[in-house]
């Protein structure tokens, strides 16, 4: 328990750092072993986002707890005005030694001057790392503006730095913010220089359903990406390690997050700068101290709330100047109302806003104004609402498709709201012309006529006609009856509540056996692709397992996306031997926690279960109204709702 008035904090910062490369929201490569194991025991924010998708700017909110427009660093290379006041002036007034460490970004010059360091009282940074330094050859300045080379790959070095000042200051109540220019591209190079091996550990493996669709640069650049995440994590385990060792874990509030994500030059011609859940959404967790046991958070939270709770540990009182709110209450289950609603500013790309709520993305910009030239705009035109739940990688765009106009007339008047309130600044906002070619907008003719089906759905359970060699097609019978078919020959809007359907693959080296032509795994992977083919407007997801099960591909009704990931599935994706079907139920499990809608599991395997609990954890499973089915070498479990 903590012996001190105030815990010591530490903040662990990443740059351009995606929410899913953490197994906790589906990648299946365990790169963030540490960040996923130590997030389950303490407080995982799930739904966490930047403010601004921009290094400076977001930066400077995270130090400041305000809006990119009121400290006024609206884009990159503006420094943060003196008489803000930050984190560290909050925290010194407090008793606290303040330290920095890394890359900065808010400065002036590089050096970074003493008056623009934000008032922490030990430095050792600056101000854009990766033009001074590179992989294997760090450079960063002391407090007297000395040039100083941290030797080791660039994460270990920045690490090491940190640690030697928590072993030095544990005396006295701390707060050290850790800032690694890492997984954030070598800009004078184009590159991702991950540690020496890392990159061909990497290329060719996973890759999340936006970039398998729409591409970008993921191909060059990923295997590299994901061996800079994978350092990443181990430097956080070996430091909270030397925290444990000092006997200083309890006595310690440490958070993990980062300033925004990357889209690989999907969204636009750059890695970020967009509405898109690829740019704005961040992996974040809350360990040690009265974040243990915290769970999962569900409530959409960004980056002015790290701000804010950070204040609210170190017990300031003075917080009228922020903007996010402390995530104490919810950690504390006391809070009795979170709005959950994010409210984003994007410069330099473009000059735009967004609003994330928790089911719908919606997107606005002055196409007249340029992102760099200022701050704010009183005059927008709508550009992109997607459909979260339908939708979770943002794969089609819904703006402009007049059923979605009441969604849309209530998602413009909220952000019209927020910016008042944000910007005070009344503002008009044109609306989106309706599509009459399917073209527009980037929709291509395919994706315009599934949402076509999307948004009309006439299902003729005549026409339903399965044929299959593998037993467990039958089921599929089921996911339909129970999607409330609908008879008719005119187009008509209904409400109708959809079917998740989670396939949970087996991809153990026994699904090589040749038994079944060509393959036990290729004959699964052709019958899966049948049936989604079949299914017109539910959810799929998929997970893989063998030794370990991961949520390999989250809900959603792009099944042209899902195909392409069913068909990435190789038994070289996971390197822990064994079939764990109890892993898997428990990983669907968790997929399906925050759905509610009916749910369908359908596990194919070879039924060699080498964890032996399956049978145990079905029966437990069953108690509480779980119907479990067997088929020839298939476990069908169907989840009820109540």
């Known amino acids: ?36 194991h130590y997030a389950v025991e303490g407080t995982h924010l799930f739904n966490s986002f930047t403010c601004q998708p921009v290094c400076g700017p977001a930066r400077a909110s995270l130090q400041s707890g305000m809006y990119a427009t009121k400290t006024g660093c609206f884009k990159n290379r503006i420094p943060l005005k003196k008489n803000i006041k930050t984190l ?20 002036s010059s590089e050096p970074v001057k003493k008056e623009d360091r934000g008032g922490y009282d030990y430095w050792l940074g600056s101000n854009l790392l990766e033009f001074t330094s590179d992989a294997y050859e760090t450079y960063v300045y002391d407090g007297q503006n000395k040039k100083v080379f941290l030797p080791g790959y660039r994460v270990d070095a920045i690490t090491d730095a940190a640690i ?50 729409l591409v970008g640069s993921s191909p060059r650049h990923l295997g590299g990406y994901y061996g800079m ?88 009182k003075n917080t009228s100047h922020c903007d996010g709110k402390s995530v104490l209450p919810l950690v504390n289950k006391t809070s009795k109302k979170w709005e959950n609603e994010i409210f984003i500013q994007i410069s330099e790309s473009q000059l735009a806003r967004s609003l994330r709520t928790e089911k719908w993305k919606y997107c606005i910009a002055d196409q007249d104004s340029n992102g760099n030239d200022k701050p704010s705009s009183n005059q927008y035109t709508e550009t992109n609402l997607y459909d979260l739940d339908a939708d979770p990688y943002e794969l089609n765009n819904l703006i402009g498709i007049s059923t979605y106009d009441e969604i849309t007339n209530s998602l413009r008047q909220k952000i019209k709201n927020k910016i008042k309130k944000v910007e005070n600044i009344t503002s008009k906002i044109k609306k989106a012309e309706n599509i009459n070619n ?27 006609k399965l044929k299959n060699n593998l037993r467990i097609i039958a089921i599929i019978f089921l996911i339909f009856s129970a999607s409330g078919p609908q008879i008719g020959k005119g187009l008509k809007k209904i409400e109708r509540k959809g079917i998740d359907v989670l396939f949970a693959l087996d991809i153990s080296s026994s699904m090589l056996a040749q038994d079944i032509k060509p393959s036990r795994l290729e004959k699964a992977k052709f019958e899966i692709n049948k049936m989604v083919k079949s299914m017109n407007g539910d959810r799929i997801g998929l997970i893989i397992f063998s030794g370990s099960a991961h949520l390999y591909l989250p809900f959603t009704t792009d099944y042209d996306a899902a195909n392409l990931f069913i068909n990435s599935v190789d038994t070289d994706m996971i390197r822990t031997n064994g079939t764990s079907i109890s892993d898997a139920i428990e990983v669907s499990r968790e997929s399906f926690f925050q759905s509610d809608n009916n749910k369908v599991l359908i596990l194919i395997s070879d039924g060699e279960d080498h964890e032996g ?18 088929f020839f070498c298939y476990l069908f479990i169907e989840y009820h709702q109540n």
Request: hydrophobic letters at 35%.
């Open 1 to 36: 328990m903590n012996t001190k008035s105030k815990p010591n904090i530490i903040v662990f910062f990443t740059d351009q750092q995606r929410w899913d490369t953490s197994g906790l929201h589906g990648n299946p490569l365990s790169l963030m072993e540490n960040f996923d």
């Open 88 to 107: 560290a002036k909050y925290l010194s007034k407090e008793g606290y030694a303040t330290g920095y460490i890394g890359k900065w970004h808010l400065g």
């Open 164 to 213: 030697n000042f928590i072993k030095l200051n544990q005396k006295k109540p701390f707060f050290l913010f850790v800032s690694l220019i890492e997984p954030h591209h070598q800009n004078n190079t184009d590159d991702y220089p991950p540690p020496i091996g890392y990159r061909e550990k990497y290329t060719g493996k996973w890759s999340p359903p936006d970039l398998s669709s």
């Open 229 to 316: 995440v994978k350092r990443i994590d181990e430097a956080y385990g070996r430091m909270i390690d030397v925290i444990k060792s000092l006997k200083l874990f309890d006595d310690s509030a440490i958070i993990f997050t980062s300033d925004h994500g990357n889209n690989f030059k999907t969204r636009n011609r750059e890695y970020k700068r967009s509405c898109h859940e690829s740019s704005i959404r961040v992996p974040t967790s809350l360990i040690g101290n009265v974040f243990q046991q915290g769970g999962r958070i569900k409530e959409l939270t960004n980056i002015l709330d790290i701000h804010a709770t950070i204040l609210d540990l170190a017990k300031v």
């Open 438 to 464: 399917p073209g527009q907008m980037g929709l291509n003719p395919d994706s315009f006529h599934r949402l076509k089906k999307k948004l009309f759905i006439r299902l003729n359970t005549n026409k339903i």
């Open 613 to 630: 609990e399956a049978l145990s954890l079905a029966e437990e499973f069953k108690n509480n109204n779980i119907i479990i089915k067997y």
